[in-house]
Nanobody, 129 residues
């Protein structure tokens, strides 16, 4: 059974940092793109960042970011640990949302949520002003 489990969410003041993790289990995610989405109350789920499979290397991969987080967030993955990360710096109140990790069999760094095959349960991030 494929599982994605997020961790690292919490409450932080504006300008602070958090690091989210997404641990995969049940299969290897080699060849898969991995991504982060978020959903604020009353809003649709939106793309945050994604990273492609990096071939035979443990780290790396092409990345893609939403304009709203470019320069503040960094996505990375450790294929040996089947884990993806999201380093979030200079957090703003508008970053408050439930953050979900996802995996895409086709490997595309697409911002379309319905193109992603596996999802985690989400972790809450709250940024106070």
């Amino acid at each position: 059974q494929v599982q994605l489990v997020e961790s690292g969410g919490g409450l932080v003041q504006a300008g602070g940092s958090l690091r989210l993790s997404c641990a995969g289990s049940g299969r290897s995610f080699s060849g898969y793109a991995m991504g982060w989405f978020r959903q604020a109350p009353g809003k649709e789920r939106e793309f945050v960042a994604a990273i492609s499979w990096s071939g035979g290397s443990t780290y790396g991969g092409r990345t893609s970011y939403a304009d709203s987080v470019k320069g503040r967030f960094t996505v990375s993955r450790d294929n040996a640990k089947n884990t993806m990360y999201l380093q979030m710096n200079s957090l703003k109140p508008e970053d408050t949302a439930v953050y979900y990790c996802a995996a895409n069999r086709g490997g595309a760094l697409t911002p379309r949520a319905n193109s992603w095959d596996y999802w985690g349960q989400g972790t809450q991030v709250t940024v106070s002003s």
